[in-house]
């Protein structure tokens, strides 16, 4: 007679389907499809930042956020993107474009 095991580590009926991600800001395990990937980037001047990817085709390596303000600006204070990018450049990694995409009409459901 088997005995059926039913541990916390599996996944029950509410768990996200498909790729998992976890979101930089607020480290909450969410769908793929429901967080904006991010890479690094160059702004305007042409420094180093963090940049949406909103079609996940960039090329590298890659970060997930929640696409909201308050996922951002926990990101931001824990300095969440320059870690999970892995960028050690100096000058540091802005994330300004990002802030900029999330702010924008276009990205607002």
């Known amino acids: 007679m088997a005995r059926e095991h039913i541990s916390p580590a599996c996944p029950d009926s509410a768990a996200p389907t498909g790729p998992v991600?976890?979101?930089?800001?607020c480290r909450q395990r969410a769908a793929k499809s429901?967080?904006?990937r991010v890479t690094v980037g160059s702004d305007a001047h042409g420094h180093p930042?963090?940049?949406p990817d909103p079609g996940a085709t960039s090329p590298g390596r890659g970060a997930h956020l929640h696409p909201t303000a308050?996922?951002?600006e926990l990101a931001v204070r824990r300095r969440a993107f320059?870690?999970?990018?892995?960028?050690?450049?100096?000058?540091?990694?802005t994330s300004a474009p990002l802030?900029?995409?999330l702010d924008?009409?276009?990205h607002q459901p």
């Not at 991600?21 to 800001?25: A, D, L, N």
């Not at 320059?82 to 990694?93: D, S």
């Open 99 to 101: 802030g900029e995409y």
């Open 49 to 51: 930042a963090v940049v």
């Open 104 to 106: 924008s009409p276009a």
């Open 34 to 36: 429901e967080l904006l």
């Open 82 to 93: 320059a870690r999970a990018l892995r960028h050690a450049g100096q000058g540091g990694l």
């Open 21 to 25: 991600r976890t979101c930089v800001g």
């Open 70 to 72: 308050e996922c951002y």
